[in-house]
């Protein structure tokens, strides 16, 4: 919209806007159904953001979110009297029409969006927790999922006001939809809804995990407001990077998704597959609508950023990446920070730029993280009595475990080689463990920046196995599989995966013979 003269700094105007509307069918998460329902999202014109280049006024894209300024909302609905609605904010006002219509009115702050629900099938569902009524709408039929709801709510209504701060609004609404409208967020209301039919084992945490990953859309995009249209993964990352720890805390980090008939997912390991399951082509940070497809785009800014943050909670520490977090939040709830704000924040925090080079590869290039045990060889030496060996790794590769041997004139001792290999583009720092046959284990570091590293060490004992990151720290790391490497072969982990696998393919035979 072009305005006839320029607003100078200090000054205001008013802008009266009118607009028609036309709803679809259930499309892209917005529209009727049955004309007995009625979700309503992205429907009035929006107010672009002033920034340091100019208005940011995308249009509004099928694989996009949103990005709008801060405001004050005053908004009234008309609707038939049998209606029961949901909305952003709060309902002020609610007056008689006529004997079939209702005018409800609803006051909303500090938000960037307005989104509103109405149907007649709706039943009322009422809690609260800290200072917040939590309203959930569901539909008839999905009453005993009542309870599921309000506990997801709360328990990451309780994680996040410990993790990062106090959730401010007095109103949280939680909304079943049908069709595809379900699984979003907006400013203070939510939506769930059961694509999986109205039975759901507790065992399949779906409802909750849907239910976690939007209330926290009301930090990561309702008050840290970051551009989604140019980089989502700084919203759907954190946020679904929090969705993973809060199921973890809650349900532990086994089968915290998944967990039935002997079947164990947690939503960690979800991410990884996803990762695992999807060429490379984007890199992390990139206009949504210029990914090669929509699964690319949730692999990147989903997935992917989960592995990314993960890896730096491990990295640095837990306490030391919730003050990330935390500081992160509280410095920038209700404004539009970029990337560089973000990781301006972890290097403050961390106290440390010297991962500066990867977190440039991670969001800017396509590619992956995997460093591999490529080789192990083991071979016999000798040494004379009385010497000792310096556990400290020298900087050609080479390390000798401490170990003072006198018992014979001619003591034998062992040569051991490990090959490393980045298969990777990204680098990143490598830990590796050493394991020899008398229990003794030696810790060495690679940088990781060159293709591979060879490290050459003397110990009187045999080499057992060599391990990169043995308590997966570094959750990027696409292949965990080739991360060991054992001098003499086992079939211990062949075994525990055959039985796994025909547990599960039994499993599924004796189900199949009940239904039938």
């Known amino acids: 919209m072009q305005l006839p003269k320029p607003v100078w700094p200090g000054e205001s105007i008013k802008l009266q806007v009118a607009f028609r509307t036309k709803l679809p069918r259930i499309f892209a998460r917005t529209g009727w159904e049955k004309n007995d329902f009625f979700f309503v999202g992205q429907w009035f014109p929006k107010l672009g953001v002033l920034e340091e280049n100019g208005w940011n006024c995308h249009q509004f894209h099928r694989s996009s979110e949103f990005y709008s300024d801060f405001g004050v909302y005053n908004v009234r609905i008309t609707v038939p009297k049998r209606f029961i609605v949901g909305a952003t904010g709060q309902r002020v006002a609610e007056e008689s029409l006529s004997d079939t219509a209702k005018v ?28 917040t009524r939590i309203r959930l709408l569901l539909l008839k039929g999905h009453e005993h999922f009542a309870r599921r709801h309000f506990d997801a709510a709360r328990t990451a209504m309780r994680y ?27 400013p203070t ?27 926290g859309h009301q930090y990561w995009y309702g008050m840290v407001a970051n551009n989604e249209f140019e980089e989502a993964w700084l919203d759907e990352g954190l946020n679904t990077y929090s969705e993973t720890r809060t199921l973890a805390r809650w349900h532990g980090p086994v089968g915290n998704l998944v967990d039935l008939l002997g079947v164990k997912l947690s939503d960690l390991e979800l991410q990884r597959m996803q990762v695992q399951s999807f060429p490379p082509y984007d890199p992390m ?12 785009y949730s692999r990147n800014v989903y997935s992917k950023a989960v592995l990314f943050l993960t890896t730096l909670e491990r990295w640095f520490g837990e306490k030391r990446w919730l003050g990330v977090m935390r500081t992160y939040f509280e410095r920038w709830k209700f404004k539009h920070p970029h990337s560089r704000d973000f990781l301006a924040v972890v290097n403050e925090v961390t106290g440390t730029d010297s991962l500066n080079h990867f977190y440039s590869q991670v969001l800017n290039e396509p590619g992956y993280l995997d460093y591999a045990v490529d080789k192990v060889t083991v071979w016999k030496d000798h040494r004379p009595v009385g010497v000792d060996f310096d556990s400290t790794a020298s900087d050609s590769g080479e390390a000798e475990a401490s170990q003072a041997d006198s018992a014979s004139a001619d003591s034998t001792v062992y040569w051991a080689e490990v090959l490393l290999h980045r298969l990777g583009n990204f680098q ?9 046959e008398d229990g003794d284990s030696l810790w060495l570091n690679w940088d990781g920046v060159e293709t591979w590293r060879k490290f050459r060490v003397k110990h009187p004992a045999r080499l057992d196995y060599a391990v990169i990151d043995p308590d997966k720290r570094v959750q990027m790391d696409l292949d965990f599989l080739n991360n060991s490497k054992t001098v003499e072969p086992r079939k211990r982990g062949v075994r525990k995966l055959t039985l796994r696998w025909l547990f599960w393919v039994q499993s599924l035979l004796h189900m199949a013979s009940f239904i039938s």
């Open 160 to 186: 996040y006001h410990d993790w990062y701060g106090p959730y401010p609004y007095p109103v949280l609404t939680i909304v079943d939809t049908k069709g595809r409208a379900g699984g979003m967020e907006y």
């Open 189 to 215: 209301l939510i939506t769930a809804g059961f694509l999986f039919g109205p039975y759901l084992p507790e065992g399949l945490r779906f409802i909750e995990n849907v239910v976690i990953h939007e209330f």
């Open 428 to 436: 990143f720092p490598v830990r590796l463990l050493l394991r020899f």
């Open 285 to 296: 940070k990139r206009f949504a609508w210029k990914f090669v497809s929509n699964r690319s």
């Open 104 to 131: 409800l009115t609803y006051h909303a702050e500090d938000v960037h969006d307005f989104a509103w629900t109405a149907s007649p099938e709706y039943v009322v569902f009422v809690d609260s927790l800290y200072n």
